[in-house]
């Protein structure tokens, strides 16, 4: 007997909906749910979502993301209306001015210009060693024209950084490495609050970033470097945890795996049970797989690595 060939099974947010309600006998297979209803459970399924957030690591959330650093700066903001400029690393285009821009110049010509596209945002580094942000009007070729005139110059082999959107606050940063002009990657030490602020000379000595602290607020997230870097020619590499998007509409499908699906049904019926009156349903069987599925699941969404054993022999026989 064939199979489907097909592993796209999906569930919308209202089917999601209308399955826990099944599960607590609030309505039956040939009805429709209220749009009232709809309202309520949607908010009770955000609010369950937002708290998962901080249970297990996510794997599905995972990304990487380039930081273009700044000269002594110690503080980059990711998200809220003073972020600074950051993006996942599919969207990030690295290339190099092949020849010297004057002050007062809107184009500039480039190494390449693969995946450059006009509204882009764009970074040409300056002989002053600072990045001018602006955006990009036209490619043509490897020729760039740019929104604003360069403010100053800018010779042959100076970097350009190019993205088209901006990197949203992450729910948490897992890894950074240091990548050089030479795109060689250096790791570096994840520090506590503590640690970072009981540093020494924090903001007046510029080097190259060895540690950093990450800080996240409620509509923005702060990182912290040490040393503040002493080139423009650097960037930070970044793993970290995207935010699960919301439910919206109707139509809006999880931003979960499929093999979630068992597990924001089930969990979404005990998390509304009360208000429809139904605290002796979920305790009696509802809850109970409840909290199997997400336990299976929170043990599930772990990476999978090897382990090293080293075996230490000392004195004696």
Known sequence: MATSNSIDFSQNRNEIIEDALQLLGEFGTDQTVQASDLVVCNRFLNKMVKHWENQGVHLWKRREAVLPLAVGTSNYIFGGASADHSAELDDFVKTTLDSSAISTSSTISVDSSDGMEIDDVIGVELDSDIIQWTTISNVSGTTITLSDALSGDAGEGNVVYSYTTLLTMPLDIMDI???????????????????????????????????????????????????????????LQITYLKKIEDFDTAIDDPDFPQEWLLTLTYNLACIIGPVYGKEVKIGSYVETKAQQFLSEMLSWDNEHASAQVVLSYRGGR
């Not at 503590?194 to 020494?200: D, V």
């Open 177 to 235: 490495r240091l990548r050089d002009y030479n795109n060689k990657d250096i790791p570096t030490n994840r520090l506590s609050h503590e640690e970072y602020f009981n540093l020494n000379n924090k903001t007046g000595t510029n080097g190259r970033v060895t540690s950093w602290y990450y800080s996240r607020q409620k509509d923005y997230g702060k990182l912290f470097v040490w040393y503040p870097s002493d080139t423009v020619q650097d960037t």
